[in-house]
């Protein structure tokens, strides 16, 4: 699964999923350009770890629900390596309120965050696809909540339910270019997004009960999946979503 020659963006990349995905790309051989908005020290050890395996890097700090800031994004990546062939739209944010309480902002934030970010990134993504030639992978890191009801948190399932309908529709129209667009379903991952349920033992334990293999999956586990479609391997995969989620969806009817 050599992903060596090729060069990936992965937004929200310096923590939790995003930077598992970091490491997996780099260890299959990719460049990759970390995107990040806070904390540049954790992207400054990346970084390292990513030298460390032998290959190229940047990190760049760019807002992606800022159309600006992910064209500068980009603009940074084909001028550090000349091309983009992997794009993970991953950076995400939940605001954990019901429907009856959302105000405004939360709603738009929620949006430009997760949603408008995955539209022009894959819309950018796309344009220097076609413009260098030879197709492309764009890999979508939506949710199982992209299908699955979750109340108390209505704008991210809106959000995710954009992006299934994003991955499948941006997958046919962008078929005749090779470029192949995929979704990531995770269900429950260990990272700081879920911290509040990881510092309570009884909702950790809760949820773990719900789970039929019984924990939450570890970063690694999502990003080995989004390296393989990456991959000339997954080469027939597109407009649809792959869903790791340790059985949740199949057994249990909402947490
Ligand atoms: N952890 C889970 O259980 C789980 C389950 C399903 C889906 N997901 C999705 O996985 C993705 C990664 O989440 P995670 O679990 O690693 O949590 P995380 O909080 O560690 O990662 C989210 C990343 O997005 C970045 N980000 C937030 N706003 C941004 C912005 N405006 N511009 C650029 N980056 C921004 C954050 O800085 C962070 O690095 C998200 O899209 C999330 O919805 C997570």
């Keep these: 699964m050599s992903l060596k020659g090729k060069a990936a963006v992965v937004t929200g990349g310096n923590s939790g999923i995003g930077m598992a995905i970091?490491?997996?790309l780099a260890r299959q051989g990719a460049s990759v350009v970390i995107d990040y908005v806070a904390h540049p020290e954790a992207t400054e050890e990346l970084e390292r770890q990513v030298h460390a395996l032998g290959d190229q890097v940047i990190g760049v700090k760019a807002d992606v629900s800022?159309?600006?800031?992910?064209?500068n994004l980009f603009a940074a990546a084909v001028k550090a390596f000349g091309r983009v062939d992997i794009v993970v739209n991953n950076a995400g944010i939940e605001t954990r309120t019901s429907i009856l309480n959302t105000t405004e902002?939360?709603?738009e934030k929620v949006m430009a965050v997760n949603l408008k970010s995955a539209f022009?990134?894959?819309q950018l993504a796309a344009q220097q696809m076609i413009k260098q030639g030879g197709g492309g992978r764009i890999i979508n890191i939506t949710s199982v909540h992209e299908d699955w009801p979750m109340p108390g948190n209505t704008a991210y399932c809106?959000?995710?339910?954009?992006?299934r309908m994003l991955t499948r529709t941006a997958g046919v129209e962008l078929a005749p270019h090779n470029i192949l667009v995929v979704g990531v379903g995770p269900g429950a991952?260990?990272?700081p997004i879920n911290?509040?349920?990881m510092q309570d033992p009884l909702l950790l334990k809760k949820l773990d009960s719900a789970i039929p293999l019984g924990r939450m999956a570890k970063p690694e586990e999502i990003a080995s999946?989004?390296?393989?479609?990456a991959s000339d391997g997954a080469s027939y995969i597109t407009a649809t979503t792959i869903f790791a989620d340790g059985g949740i969806m199949q057994s249990s009817p909402g947490l």
């Design 105 to 107: 902002a939360q709603f």
């Design 22 to 24: 970091v490491l997996e």
């Design 189 to 191: 991952v260990a990272t």
């Design 66 to 71: 800022q159309v600006a800031e992910l064209q």
């Design 195 to 197: 911290l509040t349920t």
């Design 158 to 163: 809106l959000s995710k339910g954009g992006m």
């Design 120 to 122: 022009f990134g894959t």
């Design 225 to 229: 999946l989004v390296a393989f479609l």
